[in-house]
């Protein structure tokens, strides 16, 4: 079975200040890996993700994220936060091998605000 | 380049009451996935089609929830006989094929209320 840890309900940062959303994994083959941002009454949009090669992911907006195989981690980050990036985020994993889930499996979300 | 289309956004029933949730995937994706939310939680997988083929239902609740995906037309999420319990935000997604690294993109989502 796979799944996603969010260790944080809620991360609180001032904003122009570095940001860290925290994502840990388990499949039992090789991951997939993506961040969506959730806004309020609003569906999922898709940040990046983590397919194979280089382990630093940069997408949308100035996020990233960095693929650690050894701690089983994709950590969300940006350099500098926007009042604008206050939201849900939520870590996917899908199992690449063949005898995984087609699932895309979601933690249960983390709660950033940034605070002006 | 109109996204996952779902409607309708917001819908009450009453209990007993049959919900229906429609969703057209992206232009060009040929397989549905839809999830469910539930307040203070995160997405839950409810079931992943493509046309005419339900592929994976192991998130489907066993009675009153079914889904189908027609060679022409939405993807149809039914709930029978609704109770407050199904009271969630039901999201649709879609991505163009079955590839496991293929990214999946979501609708806004259909908010059931059930009074």
């Known amino acids: 079975a796979q799944s996603v840890a969010q260790p944080e309900d809620q991360v609180n940062v001032a904003e122009g200040n570095p940001l860290t959303v925290k994502c840990t994994y388990s499949?039992?083959?090789?991951?997939?890996l993506f961040w969506y941002v959730q806004y309020p009454n609003r569906g999922l949009q898709f940040l990046l993700k983590?397919?194979?090669?280089?382990?630093l992911v940069k997408g949308s907006y100035g996020f990233e994220a960095e693929f650690n195989k050894s701690q089983t981690s994709f950590h969300l980050k940006k350099p500098s936060a926007l009042v604008s990036d206050s939201a849900l985020y939520f870590c996917?994993?899908?199992?690449?091998?063949?005898?995984?889930?087609?699932?895309?499996?979601f933690g249960k979300g983390t709660k950033l605000s940034v605070i002006p | 380049n109109a996204g996952v289309m779902q409607n309708p956004r917001h819908l009450v029933r009453r209990r007993g009451q049959e919900a229906r949730l429609r969703c057209s995937p992206m232009?060009?994706?040929?397989?549905v996935y839809w999830y469910r939310q539930l307040p203070e939680e995160g997405l839950k997988f409810m079931v992943y089609l493509q046309k005419e083929n339900i592929i994976d239902e192991s998130g489907m609740p066993k009675e009153r929830f079914s889904a189908e995906f027609p060679k022409e037309g939405p993807s149809i999420l039914r709930i029978q006989q609704v109770v407050r319990g199904d009271s969630a935000a039901y999201f649709c997604?879609?991505?163009?094929?079955?590839?496991?690294?293929?990214?999946?993109?979501f609708g806004e989502g259909s908010w059931l209320t059930v009074v």
């Open positions: 997604a879609s991505s163009p094929a079955g590839q496991r690294g293929n990214t999946i993109y």
């Open positions: 499949v039992s083959g090789n991951p997939y």
């Open positions: 983590y397919i194979t090669g280089d382990n």
């Open positions: 996917a994993v899908r199992d690449n091998s063949g005898a995984g889930s087609y699932q895309l499996t």
């Open positions: 232009k060009g994706h040929s397989h």
